[in-house]
């Protein structure tokens, strides 16, 4: 069992910054996972914002964060990273960070392969 502990967040402004981070624990074959953020908007679905591959560092992101949000992580510390940029109003969301295992790349965007998820942490950017 993977738990996940996501903090960060908050209200900010349009076009300010903000980072949110997720701590894993327990689990046992951290190479074998790929780790990510994922959002949910009030009235939409949750849906996929970036993920990084523990192993090799590979990086995945939705097209509507590309360029503005950067995924990374800390393996010592095991925790992955948000850095969103340039927010806008569209991004306040709920933000889950997921832990996925031996995701292969053509469904590592895809939610339903990952079974361990965090409480979620809230973000608002305001207009």
């Known amino acids: 069992q993977v738990q996940l502990v996501e903090s960060g967040g908050g209200l900010v402004q349009a076009g300010g910054s903000s980072r949110l981070s997720c701590v894993a624990s327990?689990?046992?074959?951290?190479?074998?996972?790929?780790m990510g953020w994922f959002r949910q908007a009030p009235g939409k679905e949750r849906e996929f914002v970036a993920v990084?591959?523990?192993?090799?560092?590979?990086?995945y992101y939705a097209d509507s964060v590309k360029g503005r949000f950067t995924i990374s992580k800390d393996t010592a510390k095991r925790t992955v990273y948000l850095e969103m940029n340039r927010l806008k109003p569209d991004d306040t969301a709920v933000y889950y960070c997921?832990?996925?295992?031996?995701?292969?790349?053509?469904?590592?965007?895809?939610?339903?392969?990952?079974?361990?998820w965090g409480q979620g942490t809230q973000v608002t950017v305001s207009s």
């Open positions: 997921a832990v996925g295992v031996r995701l292969i790349a053509s469904t590592i965007t895809q939610q339903e392969r990952y079974p361990y």
């Open positions: 990084i591959r523990w192993s090799g560092g590979n990086r």
């Open positions: 327990g689990g046992t074959s951290f190479n074998d996972y790929s």
